[in-house]
């Protein structure tokens, strides 16, 4: 664990203001600014050099200064009026949204502009430069080379180092044709090679271009540089690769979403950052595109103590009043944030437990149906990814099992032994590197599920067959045609726990397999809709019920199925059940997670599903740091009592002492001769931190 950031209180003050109107900042006192940070408590703050207006808050050499500042230096009184309060200090700097160096250099642009609207976004505000562009690369070379010679910082943070849009410009048409000898594509198509080694290219430049970035301020400081990684999982228009992590020295973002992505984000982080803390900002408003609709007390501090819960730095992003002034009264409501999770900032740090966990692959952030689509089709920023809303499902489904769950990526192929239950949720796309880990990792008494058309893509193109074909016992013969389809239990198992209902009903895309090995159980097969594949209509006999079209056909085509490989188990599902909304189809899920964990939790809380469980390993201090967080979609929560919190099982560990942070009450539990333990938690009003301590 670094020791290098041991500050988790944090703030940042969005400064995006243009300089247009003289009433723009006229009232704007770096000094005063800083007693409102104060008076929060906080304990780092992060201070504009810049923004995505692109005007400059210290008198620039290299770019403009906001004319608000007449002969002042904004940033250098923030960083000196922190620095005298004893304060950490982080500078904040944008690139590629920069509206100064797009009006002023129209060469430098992303072209086609991007459309960037969506929501409440107003996307026309902003103006975009190619990082490939070299002229820009020296511009930014030497502005950030003037902060960094005449101010000195904590750490360094660039937002925005992600595509806005795909580029065509002269640079991005050079690079791609020096490096492929190929024209860029007009036209998405995953399973065309030149198509998916352009997707290639933009990751790769983009990682690049954060090397270059990171390159900047080491050369100048070793201080901590990290950029924004709040969109490494959307999907892939943003061209943002998981290997861009290594030029961050920990990872952070800002996030908007809601519970679930916040867990995700939180255990997705954990694994891929190079040191820890990891760091989750959000606004204090319900969205950055909001400036008065401010989050509930409730909501922002439920968001601190999940942070907690990742061993997370908690950023609140605040933004400027446009003359130039903050609210106090926020202060206030954030200082008292601040005092509930500082008791408990101490205690954190450590490997994060996870018995099962689900794998995200930044090969598969994209989906099938985009084949055929123009490249600049602004509908391609908001197409859904099949891997990634699996994904997400996935790891919400396992929290409301309340087991202890991770993500992992490409970064854990070499020590995928690990880890009990591995989830591979509608992977589309599937390296060699992947097949060959995952297979040795069955083989050598691993248990996995798959779902979905995982592996029927690699990176480079469409396979004729699953990948994972050897360790799945299965063959891939295409997807059935329609979106309406039935799964037909026959293990006694499942059927019970599905009672009365009888099938488990399906909206969306379905694999047919066939079954390869003599060792594959099939425990559900497909059935069909009366009139399959018709739809219906008025004028035919192709439906049987008006409203919904009923199971009819019952076909021996496996739904489900149980491979034993070597000495391991795959579980496949010929659709991603974790992505299912219905309660049968969740059951399910959790149902085979359940088979193939075979009672090998080291943790798990019984109570409600909103309850959060996370657990971090401190062998320095030997115990264990579990997290209890009650985080209903509907805030505030209501207490819970009588929770019961099992544990032990697989640790080889003899536990001595249960203890509630911070105030050290002994807390009683029991264990058996196998070493599982058990106790119960009395009563959980929102957030609850234990130690758990072992000889």
Same mark, same amino acid.
């Given at each position: 664990?670094?020791?290098?950031?041991?500050?988790?209180?944090?703030?940042?003050?969005?400064?995006?203001?243009?300089?247009?109107?003289?009433?723009?900042?006229?009232f704007?006192?770096?000094?005063?600014?800083?007693?409102?940070?104060?008076?929060?408590?906080?304990?780092?703050?992060?201070?504009?050099?810049?923004?995505?207006?692109?005007?400059?808050?210290?008198?620039?050499?290299?770019?403009?200064?906001?004319?608000?500042?007449?002969?002042?230096?904004?940033?250098?009184?923030?960083?000196?009026?922190?620095?005298?309060?004893?304060?950490?200090v982080?500078?904040?700097?944008?690139?590629?949204?920069?509206?100064?160096?797009?009006?002023?250099?129209?060469?430098?642009?992303?072209?086609?502009?991007?459309?960037?609207?969506?929501?409440?976004?107003?996307?026309?505000?902003?103006?975009?430069?190619?990082?490939?562009?070299?002229?820009?690369?020296?511009?930014?070379?030497?502005?950030?080379?003037?902060?960094?010679?005449?101010?000195?910082?904590?750490?360094?943070?660039?937002?925005?180092?992600?595509?806005?849009?795909?580029c065509?410009?002269?640079?991005?048409?050079?690079?791609?044709?020096?490096?492929?000898?190929?024209?860029?594509?007009?036209?998405?198509?995953?399973?065309?090679?030149?198509?998916?080694?352009?997707?290639?290219?933009?990751?790769?430049?983009?990682?690049?271009?954060?090397?270059?970035?990171?390159?900047?301020v080491?050369?100048?400081?070793?201080?901590?540089?990290?950029?924004?990684?709040?969109?490494?999982?959307f999907?892939?228009?943003?061209g943002v690769?998981?290997?861009?992590?290594?030029?961050?020295?920990?990872?952070?973002?800002?996030?908007?979403?809601?519970r679930?992505?916040?867990?995700?984000?939180?255990?997705?982080?954990l694994?891929?950052?190079?040191?820890?803390?990891?760091?989750?900002?959000?606004?204090?408003?319900?969205?950055?595109?909001?400036?008065?609709?401010?989050?509930?007390?409730?909501?922002?501090?439920?968001?601190?103590?999940a942070?907690?819960?990742?061993?997370?730095?908690?950023?609140?992003?605040?933004?400027?009043?446009?003359?130039?002034?903050?609210?106090?009264?926020?202060?206030?409501v954030?200082?008292?944030?601040?005092e509930?999770?500082?008791?408990?900032?101490?205690?954190?740090?450590?490997?994060?437990?996870?018995?099962v966990?689900?794998?995200?692959?930044?090969?598969?952030?994209?989906?099938?149906?985009?084949?055929?689509?123009?490249?600049?089709?602004?509908?391609?920023?908001?197409?859904?990814?099949?891997?990634?809303?699996?994904?997400?499902?996935?790891?919400?489904?396992?929290?409301?099992?309340?087991?202890?769950?991770?993500?992992?990526?490409?970064?854990q192929?070499?020590?995928?032994?690990?880890?009990?239950?591995?989830?591979?949720?509608?992977?589309?796309?599937?390296?060699?590197?992947?097949?060959?880990s995952?297979?040795?990792?069955?083989?050598?008494?691993?248990?996995?599920?798959?779902?979905?058309?995982?592996?029927?893509?690699?990176?480079?193109?469409?396979?004729?067959?699953?990948?994972?074909?050897?360790?799945?016992g299965?063959?891939?013969?295409?997807?059935?045609?329609?979106?309406?389809?039935?799964?037909?239990?026959?293990?006694?198992?499942?059927?019970?726990?599905?009672?009365?209902?009888?099938?488990?009903?399906?909206?969306?895309?379905?694999?047919?397999?066939?079954? *390869?090995? #003599?060792? +594959?159980? %099939?425990?559900?097969?497909?059935?069909?809709?009366?009139? @399959?594949?018709? =739809?219906?209509? &008025?004028?035919?006999?192709?439906?049987?019920?008006?409203?919904? *079209?009923? #199971?009819? +056909?019952? %076909?021996?085509?496996?739904?489900?199925?149980?491979?034993? @490989?070597?000495? =391991?188990?795959? &579980?496949?599902?010929?659709?991603?059940?974790?992505?299912?909304?219905?309660?049968?189809?969740?059951?399910?899920?959790?149902?085979?997670i359940?088979?193939?964990?075979?009672g090998?939790?080291?943790?798990?809380?019984?109570?409600?599903?909103?309850?959060?469980?996370?657990?971090?390993?401190?062998?320095?201090?030997?115990?264990?740091?579990?997290?209890?967080?009650?985080?209903?979609?509907?805030?505030?929560?209501?207490?819970?009592?009588?929770?019961?919190?099992?544990?032990?099982?697989?640790?080889?560990?003899?536990?001595?002492?249960?203890?509630?942070?911070?105030?050290?009450?002994?807390?009683?539990?029991?264990?058996?001769?196998?070493?599982?333990?058990?106790?119960?938690i009395?009563?959980?009003?929102?957030?609850?931190?234990?130690?758990?301590?072992y000889?």
């Amino acid at each position: 664990m670094s020791q290098r950031l041991p500050r988790y209180s944090r703030l940042l003050l969005d400064m995006h203001i243009p300089d247009g109107d003289a009433a723009l900042l006229r009232f704007y006192q770096p000094r005063e600014v800083v007693k409102a940070y104060l008076a929060s408590g906080v304990d780092s703050v992060m201070v504009y050099c810049q923004s995505h207006v692109g005007l400059c808050y210290w008198p620039a050499v290299v770019g403009k200064p906001h004319a608000a500042m007449g002969g002042h230096d904004w940033l250098g009184e923030s960083v000196a009026a922190l620095r005298e309060a004893g304060k950490e200090v982080y500078g904040y700097y944008s690139v590629i949204f920069n509206n100064t160096a797009y009006l002023d250099h129209p060469e430098w642009r992303i072209v086609p502009r991007p459309t960037m609207s969506g929501g409440a976004f107003q996307g026309k505000r902003y103006g975009h430069v190619c990082p490939n562009n070299v002229e820009y690369r020296q511009f930014v070379q030497a502005q950030v080379g003037e902060i960094l010679a005449l101010y000195a910082f904590d750490g360094f943070f660039f937002d925005m180092t992600f595509w806005p849009g795909i580029c065509e410009c002269n640079a991005c048409s050079g690079c791609f044709a020096a490096e492929t000898g190929n024209r860029i594509p007009r036209i998405v198509d995953w399973g065309d090679p030149v198509w998916c080694a352009f997707q290639r290219a933009r990751e790769q430049w983009m990682v690049e271009f954060a090397g270059f970035l990171t390159g900047l301020v080491k050369q100048a400081s070793d201080i901590p540089v990290y950029h924004n990684f709040a969109v490494s999982l959307f999907n892939w228009t943003r061209g943002v690769s998981f290997d861009l992590a290594r030029h961050n020295d920990f990872l952070g973002g800002d996030f908007y979403g809601d519970r679930d992505e916040q867990f995700m984000m939180g255990r997705f982080m954990l694994n891929l950052s190079r040191e820890w803390p990891i760091e989750y900002m959000t606004s204090r408003c319900v969205h950055i595109t909001e400036h008065v609709n401010t989050k509930s007390t409730a909501q922002l501090q439920a968001q601190a103590f999940a942070a907690l819960a990742s061993s997370a730095a908690f950023r609140l992003i605040d933004a400027i009043e446009p003359e130039g002034t903050v609210p106090d009264d926020i202060y206030a409501v954030v200082g008292a944030i601040f005092e509930r999770i500082r008791p408990y900032q101490s205690y954190l740090g450590g490997q994060p437990v996870e018995d099962v966990v689900v794998y995200i692959s930044d090969h598969s952030k994209m989906s099938r149906a985009e084949n055929g689509k123009e490249v600049h089709d602004p509908q391609l920023r908001f197409f859904p990814s099949p891997h990634l809303t699996a994904a997400q499902a996935a790891v919400t489904r396992l929290r409301t099992q309340r087991l202890a769950v991770g993500v992992i990526t490409r970064a854990q192929l070499d020590c995928l032994a690990r880890y009990k239950v591995i989830v591979l949720p509608e992977v589309t796309r599937l390296s060699k590197e992947e097949t060959d880990s995952f297979t040795r990792y069955v083989h050598d008494g691993g248990s996995l599920y798959v779902s979905g058309a995982s592996g029927t893509y690699t990176p480079n193109g469409r396979s004729e067959d699953f990948q994972l074909r050897e360790c799945m016992g299965l063959r891939h013969m295409g997807s059935l045609a329609g979106d309406t389809f039935y799964l037909r239990p026959v293990d006694a198992q499942l059927r019970e726990l599905l009672r009365p209902q009888q099938f488990i009903g399906i909206h969306g895309d379905l694999q047919e397999v066939a079954i *390869s090995s #003599p060792d +594959v159980e %099939t425990l559900a097969f497909v059935s069909l809709p009366y009139g @399959y594949p018709h =739809g219906g209509a &008025v004028d035919d006999r192709h439906w049987a019920s008006i409203h919904a *079209s009923p #199971p009819s +056909v019952h %076909t021996q085509i496996p739904a489900i199925t149980l491979h034993r @490989y070597g000495r =391991g188990n795959v &579980v496949y599902a010929s659709v991603a059940l974790e992505r299912s909304p219905h309660h049968s189809g969740r059951r399910s899920f959790h149902w085979l997670i359940d088979r193939l964990l075979e009672g090998r939790a080291s943790f798990r809380a019984k109570t409600f599903d909103h309850i959060w469980l996370t657990v971090f390993h401190q062998p320095e201090h030997k115990r264990f740091i579990v997290h209890l967080l009650n985080y209903p979609a509907e805030l505030p929560p209501v207490p819970v009592s009588d929770i019961q919190l099992e544990f032990g099982r697989g640790l080889d560990c003899r536990f001595v002492s249960l203890r509630q942070i911070p105030d050290n009450r002994e807390i009683a539990f029991s264990c058996d001769q196998s070493g599982s333990c058990a106790a119960i938690i009395d009563e959980l009003e929102d957030y609850k931190m234990l130690a758990l301590g072992y000889a």
